[in-house]
Nanobody, 116 residues
Framework: QVQLVESGGGLVQAGGSLRLSCAAS????????MGWYRQAPGKQRELVAT???????NYADSAKGRFTISRDNPRNTVHLQMNSLKPEDTAVYYC??????????WGKGTLVTVSA
């Protein structure tokens, strides 16, 4: 299993920015996908953005133009820069890792609260 530790959540006003980070604490395979999902109260977990080791990205429509995902492969970290935050972005954000060898791994989540 890959241990994922998120950081960077917190309280921010609408229109503000936050940067989430996720560090993988074990050796990960060279071909993998890392990303961010979120779950708001009373809702299902949903995709925010993903990035492959080669740098290919995928964003939810709600994140396009506002969020940017990036990764540092030598440091096994992935980041999510969130700008122009809205109250509807309030959720617990989970780091995710997938590789064929290991399967799916999840972090414990970090809370993002956007006040109106």
């Amino acid at each position: 299993q890959v241990q994922l530790v998120e950081s960077g959540g917190g309280l921010v006003q609408a229109g503000g920015s936050l940067r989430l980070s996720c560090a993988a604490s074990a050796t990960i395979f060279s071909i993998n996908v890392m990303g961010w999902y979120r779950q708001a109260p009373g809702k299902q977990r949903e995709l925010v953005a993903t990035i492959t080791t080669g740098g290919s990205t995928n964003y939810a429509d709600s994140a396009k133009g506002r969020f940017t995902i990036s990764r540092d492969n030598p440091r096994n970290t992935v980041h999510l820069q969130m700008n122009s935050l809205k109250p509807e972005d309030t959720a617990v954000y989970y780091c995710h890792y997938f590789s064929v060898q290991i399967g799916n791994c999840w972090g414990k989540g970090t809370l993002v609260t956007v006040s109106a």
